[in-house]
């Protein structure tokens, strides 16, 4: 059981909209800032999202991020099969004094 | 180039003992906040431990007493020392730098290494 709350998978077709949430609490989410994961097949995780709604260098502009209270989501706009991947967010727990991630999404591209 | 690159992984028995390595270049391990990020097969991402820049060390609680993390700054290296091993302890291991602007806890993982598998079983 994962302290941060994410959907085990969403879907949609090429270049349509998905969103990912991530759902936690007043302990971490609501005074953190949040960071969000891509792993491809087989690969190690790639930082998406830093900050709440921060894009690394690199990363496409499809991708953005957003946070709400005790609440963040991951937007995927113009959906691409490259993008079918497992989405993970992650954050800083004051209460647990390390940090959580969310149990992941699994992203497929119909 | 940032990278990170482990290894160490094997196959050991309960009970037992292992050290992850994590080689570092493009920065210096000792002036970074380092972590160990572990997966279990086909499981989600577990957070298990932190080094500070001043080398105070934090771990996920199911890991306390059990696993210790260190660095060597001469070698730039990063090291997870994993004693007491568990069938849960079972899981491709990551090491990754938190990258921050403001504050360490408000950080990010990046980059990552491949990671390298830690089995347990007998």
């Known amino acids: 059981q994962s302290v941060l709350t994410q959907p085990p998978s969403a879907s949609g077709t090429p270049g349509q909209r998905v969103t990912i949430s991530c759902s936690g609490s007043?302990?971490?989410?609501?005074?953190?800032?949040v960071s969000w994961y891509q792993q491809l097949p087989r690969a190690a995780p790639k930082v998406l999202i830093y900050?709440?709604?921060q894009r690394p260098s690199g990363v496409p502009d499809r991708f953005s991020g957003s946070k709400s209270g005790t609440s963040a989501s991951l937007a995927i706009s113009g959906l691409q099969s490259e993008d079918e991947a497992d989405y993970y967010c992650?954050?800083?727990?004051?209460?647990?004094?390390?940090?959580?991630f969310g149990g992941g999404t699994k992203v497929t591209v119909l | 180039e940032v990278q990170l690159v482990e290894s160490g992984g094997d196959l050991v028995q309960p009970g037992g003992s292992l050290r992850l390595s994590c080689a570092a270049s493009?920065?210096?391990?000792?002036?970074?906040?380092m972590s160990w990020v572990r997966q279990a097969p086909g499981k989600g991402l577990e957070w298990v431990s932190i080094?500070?820049?001043?080398?105070?060390?934090l771990y996920a609680d199911s890991m306390k007493g059990r696993f210790t993390i260190s660095r060597d700054n001469s070698k730039n290296m990063l090291y997870l020392q994993m004693n007491s091993l568990r069938t849960e302890d079972t899981a491709v291991y990551y090491c990754?730098?938190?990258?921050?602007?403001?504050?360490?806890?408000?950080?990010?993982?990046?980059?990552w290494g491949q990671g390298t598998l830690v089995t347990v079983s007998s």
């Open positions: 992650a954050t800083w727990d004051d209460s647990l004094n390390g940090w959580v």
């Open positions: 080094i500070y820049k001043s080398g105070s060390t």
């Open positions: 990754a730098r938190i990258a921050y602007t403001n504050n360490w806890y408000w950080g990010w993982f990046d980059p």
């Open positions: 900050s709440n709604n």
């Open positions: 007043s302990s971490n989410i609501g005074i953190n800032t």
């Open positions: 493009g920065f210096t391990v000792s002036s970074n906040y």
